[in-house]
């Protein structure tokens, strides 16, 4: 899968792909609603198989190209089609799959700040990694620079975990996300995160 990079115009943006990320187009996504407030960003994690690191299976999947019999886990998800908006691997190195500009397909049913379809009007972080447990430096220094530049350019007015808006069905990026890391670097009010998250120790 060989990244391609739009065409720059000299700013960060160029209909929605951030020139700063690799971009590897996905299938899986659509048209925003009409008139939709992009004011949420989902952290998410995710490595395939779950735990083990490296290789491209995250990137296969989200652009339906992963094989199903490369391993015995890849038979309990075949089939499914998901996107992120964007992906940070271990060593921060940061891909994309959908335009900001369109709806991808990650957070399900979801729910948060008294709307549900979360879909709809966010934007959609995948880290590499499994839930509880620890990142590294690297993914929180592309993932602050990445939310630093969606706030530049977006109504972002909440950033929240999946485990946030699909309570009970979803539990990543979980307890081992420094989420006051996050906020201290980006500068942001309490406001801006769930409620209890800047104040659990993380790794």
């Given at each position: 899968m060989k990244p391609f990079k739009p065409l720059c115009d000299g700013s960060l943006w160029v209909d929605g792909w951030y020139q700063l990320a690799a971009a590897l187009p996905s299938p899986n996504c659509g048209p925003r609603p009409i008139a939709a407030l992009i004011d949420l960003i989902v952290l998410h994690c995710i490595s395939l198989p779950p735990g083990e690191y490296g290789g491209d299976a995250v990137s296969r999947l989200f652009a339906n190209q992963l094989d199903w019999d490369a391993?015995?886990?890849f038979k309990s998800i075949q089939g499914l089609k998901v996107s992120s908006h964007f992906y940070i691997r271990r060593d921060g190195e940061l891909?994309?799959?959908?335009s900001v500009n369109q709806r991808a397909w990650h957070a399900g049913v979801s729910n948060y700040r008294g709307r549900s379809n979360c879909n709809d009007d966010s934007i959609g972080i995948e880290l590499e990694g499994v839930a509880a447990d620890c990142f590294e430096a690297s993914q929180y220094e592309t993932l602050t620079g990445l939310c630093a530049a969606l706030l530049q350019r977006y109504p972002v007015a909440h950033i929240a975990g999946h485990e946030h808006v699909a309570t009970g069905r979803k539990n990543d990026p979980g307890s081992g996300f420094d989420w006051q890391l996050l906020q201290?670097?980006?500068?942001?009010?309490?406001r801006y995160f769930p409620s209890g998250v800047?104040?659990?120790d993380v790794c």
């Open positions: 391993h015995p886990y891909q994309q799959f959908v201290q670097t980006l500068g942001l009010a309490d800047l104040s659990h």
